[in-house]
Every structure is written in C-alpha cells, then in structure tokens.
C-alpha cells in the first residue's frame, strides 16, 4: 500500500476492502508502519509500545496473525518487528543496517514468509516456550529475516540510479558464502568421501592426509563422521580439515554435530532421522550452510524438503559392514525415494567400484552421486581409489548421456 519511501502504490479507497474482504482471508498480515497506521485510520505509531498496540488492532480485523515491521521507526531504535498471533507477541530485533538500499525488502520479506509457508512450514503457529522452539516456530519468519537482513548487508553499499532509495540485491545467495568461498550444490553430491577414523587408524594416516588424498583423486564433497571423537578435538579435526578443502573449494560437512559445524564454520552437516531435526538445524545454521539428512522413504524425503534440507542421503543401497544394523534398501528403494524427492539425491552404503555403476544407472535425475566410506577409506591408497572411482563415474555419466 506504501512503501518505505512513503510512495502510496494503492488509492486510499482500497483501505475498505482490505478491512471488509481481504484481510480476514490473510494467513499473515504484514505492514510497515505507515500502512499499519492507514489500515487504522492514521493511528501514530512512534514506538514499540505503539506497534504492539496497532497488532493486537489489526489482528481483530481478521488476519490469523500479524506483522508490523518496524523499520521505519527513529534511527535510535534497533529494527523491531512485532508479531502477534491473536495470544502471544514477539518482538524480534535486529541490528539496523545504515544503507539507502532498501527498496524490495518489505516485499522480499513477505514472498519468502510465502514460500516457506507453500512448503508446508508451520513456523507461525503456537508459540512454543524454550528460545530454541521458539526459534523453530518462527522458523518460516526467521528465515526470510534473515535473508532480507542478509540482503541488506550484502547490498549496503550498491551505488545505482538516482532515487531516494536504491535497489536491494536478491541474488546474494548465489554470490555470498560468507566469506568461505564455499557454496553447495546439488553436482556436489558427485564423489562424497565419508570419513571414518577407524579405517584411518587401520592404516595409519592422519584425518587430514586422508581427506586431501580424497580431494585430489576426485572427491567431490567431504563429511566428517567422527562417532567417537570428544568434542574439542573433532572441532580441532574440523578446523584442519576445513584449512585442507577450502582452497579447493570443496565443502566439508559434519555428521551429526550441530555444534561442531558451528564452532569450526563447517559448510553444513549431515543428520539422520534420529538426530537433530533439519528444521532444527536450519533455524540454528542459518540460511548458506548445507544440510543432508538421511531416507529410506518417501515420506522422510519429504519431510526433509519441507524441514529446509539441501539434500538427501539413501541407503544403504547396497549391505554394509561399516554402519551397523543398517536396512538395506537396494536399488529399488533407492529409485522410489529417488523420485518422491524434490531435492537432490546421494546413494549410500555398500557402494565401491564394482557396484556403483547400476547405482547411477537407476534412472532417476536428482540422483546426483554416490556417497561412499570403506571404498575410498578402507584401502592402501585413498587417493589411487577416489581416482578409480571418480573416473568410472565420469564415464558412465558421460556414455549415459
Ligand atoms: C551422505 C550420507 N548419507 C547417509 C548417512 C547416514 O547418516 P545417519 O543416518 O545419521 O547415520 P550415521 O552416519 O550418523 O551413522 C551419512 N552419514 N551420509
Ligand atoms: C553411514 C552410512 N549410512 C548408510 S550406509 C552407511 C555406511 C556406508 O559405508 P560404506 O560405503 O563403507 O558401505
């Protein structure tokens, strides 16, 4: 209705039929403060106490629940936004970015609140009471906050045309990695070396030898799966493995430990279904680090799109001695799961250079690649085998197509 700039982008005569049509079809309801005070009949709102006020108002004009967007409040005050579902407020703060480059963001915020929502995203529900449910509640909304506030940073200094307000960047995402020069990709999943530092020790190599061996013979993407590691030293072992991948801009993933991935700024993690929830996990990772979570079913595939994953891991394909009482659920399984995803997909389990040709042969498009531990992990030379591998996968993609 107005933007930031306070340009009025609808006549003041729709003001009746957003309050007697619209609004009480809204799942959320999302105004600045000037369109907030419109929508009130030129109600001032200076303060938070004001938009609190003006909420709870707006509320009772139909919308499930909404959010008064503070941005335009005096410099002095943080940037508060005031969400309130018809029980409960929540004031969600952030620091102010200073730019002039704020034209989109009210738009950008609402469309992404939209699209987590078309996922099946129930982040505007019942408030739940610890900071981390809370967190999770929200998540749908912190997302999309956080990738407008992400934007604004990302395009505070864009100097483009001649008006009061500049132009806001959506495309940080595939441009911005946080500095790590590191972004997931579905064409990752190609050769994913799993660690194991029991196979390491079996043969002497240090965690670091053995990922740098992975990475020149063709290793596309690395996981640390440390099962028995104390803390301080798997993020140690992070740390280094990370100084190891990142000139070659390889991700390097963490199975399991939220923590870990934090503490050492990993690229992202891999969960199973009995670990942290995806969804869990993308409200504490944020938006730009990956997240795989492990499937046997349609259903957990599913699930795992609308949780924010990035990709999914299915197996074991094949039978395997490395994860114990592991169900196999062969190629067929892998297929189904395969084409239930709308994400991309890595085969996993029992694979090595004798079976993994049918792996890619199954006939399914976002199967991006193999996933393999004792194949690569479990021999003389990591290296001579990553190699063989990648090599045999190369050429069977490239006759396939
Ligand atoms: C790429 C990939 N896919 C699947 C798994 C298995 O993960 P999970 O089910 O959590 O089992 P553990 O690895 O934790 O034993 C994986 N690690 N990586
Ligand atoms: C971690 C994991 N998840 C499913 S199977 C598996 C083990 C894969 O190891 P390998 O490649 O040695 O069979």
């Not at 042969?361 to 021999?379: E, T």
Request: hydrophobic share 40%; with cysteine.
């Amino acid at each position: 209705m107005v933007s930031t700039s306070g340009d009025v982008l609808a006549d003041p005569s729709i003001l009746s039929s957003f309050r007697e049509e619209l609004l009480m079809m809204a799942d959320i309801l999302t105004p600045n403060l000037k369109e907030a005070s419109n929508l009130l009949g030129g109600m001032r709102l200076e303060t938070v106490a004001d938009m609190r006020h003006a909420a709870k108002l707006l509320h009772s004009l139909g919308p499930r629940s909404v959010l008064v967007k503070g941005g335009d409040l005096p410099e002095s005050f943080d940037a508060v936004d005031v969400f309130f579902d018809g029980e409960e407020y929540h004031e969600l703060r952030s620091p102010r970015v200073k730019t002039r480059n704020t034209h989109g963001t009210g738009c950008t915020l609402a469309s992404c609140i939209a699209a987590e929502l078309a996922k099946g995203s129930s982040m505007l529900s019942a408030v739940k009471v610890t900071p981390l449910w809370l967190c999770m509640c929200f998540y749908s909304y912190a997302l999309a906050k956080r990738y407008v506030e992400t934007a604004l940073e990302y395009s505070k200094d864009i100097i483009l045309g001649n008006g009061a307000q500049g132009p806001f960047d959506h495309f940080l995402r595939l441009k911005h990695n946080s500095g790590t020069g590191v972004t997931f990709s579905g064409n990752d999943l190609f050769l994913y070396a799993v660690t194991d530092s029991g196979m390491n020790e079996k043969w002497g190599r240090p965690m670091e030898v053995a990922v740098k061996e992975a990475i020149e013979g063709g290793a596309t993407i690395i996981q640390l799966r440390e099962k028995n590691a104390e803390t301080r030293k798997f993020i140690e072992t992070a740390k280094a493995c990370l100084k190891i991948c990142r000139p070659y801009k390889v991700p390097l993933l963490i199975n399991d430990r939220i923590d870990v991935a934090l503490a050492s700024d990993a690229d992202g993690v891999h969960l199973g279904q009995s670990d942290t929830p995806a969804q869990v996990a993308r409200a504490l990772l944020g938006p730009e680090k990956a997240i795989g979570v492990s499937c046997k079913t349609v259903e957990q595939a599913h699930q795992a799109w609308v949780d924010g994953a990035d990709y999914i891991g299915c197996g074991g394909v094949y039978p395997t001695s490395t994860k114990a009482n592991n169900t196999t659920v062969g190629l067929d399984g892998l297929k189904t799961v395969c084409l239930a995803s709308k994400l991309p997909v890595v085969a996993i389990g029992g694979i090595n250079a004798s079976n993994a040709i049918p792996v890619l042969g199954i006939g399914a498009p976002n199967l991006k690649g193999v996933a393999v531990v004792s194949a690569v992990f479990d021999r003389s030379s990591v290296a001579t085998e990553t190699r063989n591998l990648h090599s045999m996968l190369t050429e069977a993609v490239s006759k396939a197509n």
